[in-house]
């Protein structure tokens, strides 16, 4: 399973001197299978360490963080001879082991030449952190250029990465985006679904089905046992509400996440910014930050943390959770469901790097996102999930902000490639979003 951010390892790896790699990223999106399947098979050799399945590793940090003294311990513990100079050392779930995330620190200051990797899923949570001393990197869910890659169609790979705007081409990669909007871009549900192309679709759907079910409750027994200081049953309230209340949109945009109802005798942002952060942290919810008046640049400089949307980080988690069928999607395709779009729109662009997000909303219009480009110019970014590309809410942002360019992501094959000041672009094209967000572009 190909991974785009393999390119930023690799480019790591040869480097003359490096600080250690760290992935971050929630639970089950393959950052063990990057750096030891596709990172891994570069090396001569791979000692992988984890330390949630084999706790008995954390002895090897427990008393001297200096590299020598560490790599001599690990390779009494495993009984293998390691080379730094040659080999990758893998350290899984490192926030099991905090005194292992130090050492990092030690690596990057006395041995830049050792190629150490580690990942986890709850690095976010821990206070004390190498700021500084690490190579860092969040991997998420895979991307739709990621499934596209995954389908194995050679023809419709090659008409994405060109971004081929031809009836055909659009057809396929339609057909493809509700597909992934049902499997979403965890790795194991994306591999179930290609793996079992030769079964009847009921067979494919229920396997796909099944991988969502078990993430799911693998998630909820997460919230008990690294909840720490966080209400562990406050968290689960929210995670569940994310779906519910994405849910109650029919027409329109996402809106504001509402704290009432959520849990019971709470109704402040208050009393639910623990969960909230303790989910964004986990990289289990993605955030969006709604600007109001004249948006400008810096963006973040205008948010108010107690007004957030809520997106959940996957959108094949998200269909499972609101028990959205395969049929169902299919059938609906773009037109109804566009808090969908809405979602999936929110997962690419925080691939892109742009997290937490912002959008804009004034009494009579709302659009989805707004995102600065290279100049600090701020770009307003509509989505509609339908054919229908007409935008009372953009018309109203153009009246009142007067932005240099706009952007629309819709259910059609886009406008002409000459178009550089109202630009329409296919949904499945989110990915290039940001090559239409420099400033020299037009």
Same mark, same amino acid.
């Given at each position: 399973?190909?991974?785009?951010?393999l390119?930023?390892?690799?480019?790591?790896?040869?480097?003359?001197?490096?600080?250690?790699?760290?992935?971050?990223?929630?639970?089950?999106?393959g950052?063990?299978?990057?750096?030891?399947n596709?990172?891994?098979?570069?090396?001569?050799?791979?000692?992988?360490?984890?330390?949630?399945?084999?706790?008995?590793?954390i002895?090897?940090?427990?008393?001297s963080?200096?590299?020598?003294?560490?790599?001599?311990?690990?390779?009494?513990?495993?009984g293998?001879v390691?080379?730094?100079?040659?080999?990758?050392?893998?350290?899984?779930?490192?926030?099991?082991?905090?005194?292992?995330?130090?050492?990092?620190?030690?690596?990057?200051?006395?041995?830049?030449?050792?190629?150490?990797?580690?990942?986890?899923?709850?690095?976010?949570?821990?206070?004390?952190?190498?700021?500084?001393?690490?190579?860092?990197y969040?991997?998420?869910?895979?991307?739709?250029?990621?499934?596209?890659?995954?389908?194995g169609?050679?023809?419709?790979?090659?008409?994405?990465?060109?971004?081929?705007s031809?009836?055909?081409?659009?057809?396929?990669?339609?057909?493809?985006?509700?597909?992934?909007?049902?499997?979403?871009?965890?790795?194991?549900?994306?591999?179930?679904?290609?793996?079992?192309?030769?079964?009847s679709?009921?067979?494919?759907?229920?396997?796909?089905?099944?991988?969502?079910?078990?993430?799911?409750?693998?998630?909820?027994?997460?919230?008990?046992?690294?909840?720490?200081?966080?209400? =562990?049953?406050? @968290? /689960?309230?929210? $995670?569940?509400?994310?779906? &519910?209340?994405?849910?109650?949109? !029919?027409?329109?945009?996402?809106?504001?996440?509402?704290?009432?109802?959520?849990?019971?005798?709470?109704?402040?942002?208050?009393?639910?910014?623990?969960?909230?952060?303790?989910?964004?942290?986990?990289?289990?919810?993605?955030?969006?930050?709604?600007?109001?008046?004249?948006?400008?640049?810096?963006?973040?400089?205008?948010?108010?943390?107690?007004?957030?949307?809520?997106?959940?980080?996957?959108?094949?988690?998200?269909?499972?959770?609101?028990?959205?069928g395969?049929?169902?999607?299919?059938?609906?395709?773009?037109?109804?469901?566009?808090?969908?779009?809405?979602?999936?729109?929110?997962?690419?662009?925080? =691939?892109?790097? @742009? /997290?937490?997000? $912002?959008?804009?909303?004034? &009494?009579?219009?709302?659009?989805? !996102?707004?995102?600065?480009?290279?100049?600090?110019?701020i770009?307003?970014?509509?989505?509609?999930?339908?054919?229908?590309?007409?935008?009372?809410?953009?018309?109203?942002?153009?009246?009142?902000?007067?932005?240099?360019?706009?952007?629309?992501?819709?259910?059609?094959?886009?406008?002409?490639?000459?178009?550089?000041?109202?630009?329409v672009?296919?949904?499945?094209?989110?990915?290039?979003?940001?090559?239409?967000?420099?400033?020299?572009?037009?």
């Amino acid at each position: 399973m190909k991974r785009a951010l393999l390119d930023n390892l690799l480019a790591w790896k040869s480097k003359k001197t490096r600080k250690p790699l760290l992935i971050d990223g929630a639970r089950q999106t393959g950052k063990t299978f990057l750096l030891q399947n596709l990172l891994g098979k570069t090396f001569e050799n791979v000692l992988k360490i984890d330390f949630l399945e084999n706790p008995e590793f954390i002895e090897a940090f427990s008393a001297s963080l200096s590299p020598d003294d560490i790599l001599t311990n690990i390779e009494l513990l495993t009984g293998e001879v390691f080379n730094h100079s040659t080999d990758l050392l893998i350290l899984d779930e490192i926030g099991e082991c905090p005194r292992a995330l130090i050492s990092l620190k030690y690596f990057a200051e006395k041995a830049p030449e050792a190629y150490i990797a580690a990942s986890g899923s709850n690095i976010g949570l821990i206070t004390s952190f190498p700021v500084g001393k690490v190579e860092q990197y969040n991997l998420r869910p895979l991307t739709f250029k990621e499934f596209v890659w995954a389908s194995g169609e050679n023809a419709l790979q090659n008409a994405f990465e060109q971004k081929l705007s031809s009836s055909a081409a659009h057809s396929k990669l339609t057909e493809l985006l509700t597909d992934y909007y049902f499997v979403g871009g965890m790795p194991e549900a994306v591999n179930s679904w290609f793996e079992n192309s030769q079964l009847s679709i009921i067979d494919r759907i229920e396997a796909v089905s099944e991988v969502h079910r078990n993430l799911i409750e693998g998630y909820m027994r997460d919230f008990g046992k690294y909840s720490g200081k966080v209400d =562990a049953q406050l @968290i /689960e309230s929210v $995670f569940k509400s994310i779906p &519910a209340q994405l849910s109650s949109v !029919f027409d329109g945009s996402v809106k504001r996440f509402k704290f009432k109802g959520v849990h019971e005798r709470k109704s402040r942002y208050a009393e639910y910014e623990g969960a909230i952060k303790w989910l964004h942290k986990c990289r289990l919810a993605l955030k969006n930050h709604p600007i109001e008046g004249q948006p400008r640049s810096p963006l973040a400089a205008y948010q108010k943390e107690n007004t957030v949307k809520l997106f959940l980080f996957d959108v094949g988690l998200l269909n499972h959770m609101l028990s959205t069928g395969y049929r169902e999607i299919k059938q609906q395709g773009y037109e109804y469901n566009g808090y969908v779009a809405e979602n999936y729109v929110q997962q690419e662009i925080a =691939a892109l790097g @742009i /997290e937490p997000s $912002f959008s804009w909303g004034d &009494a009579r219009a709302e659009i989805e !996102f707004i995102i600065a480009d290279d100049l600090g110019r701020i770009v307003p970014v509509e989505v509609k999930s339908g054919k229908r590309t007409r935008a009372k809410s953009l018309q109203s942002y153009i009246e009142k902000c007067k932005p240099h360019k706009t952007i629309k992501l819709t259910g059609t094959q886009g406008s002409p490639a000459t178009e550089t000041k109202h630009i329409v672009m296919p949904l499945y094209y989110t990915e290039y979003l940001l090559e239409h967000l420099k400033g020299g572009d037009d």
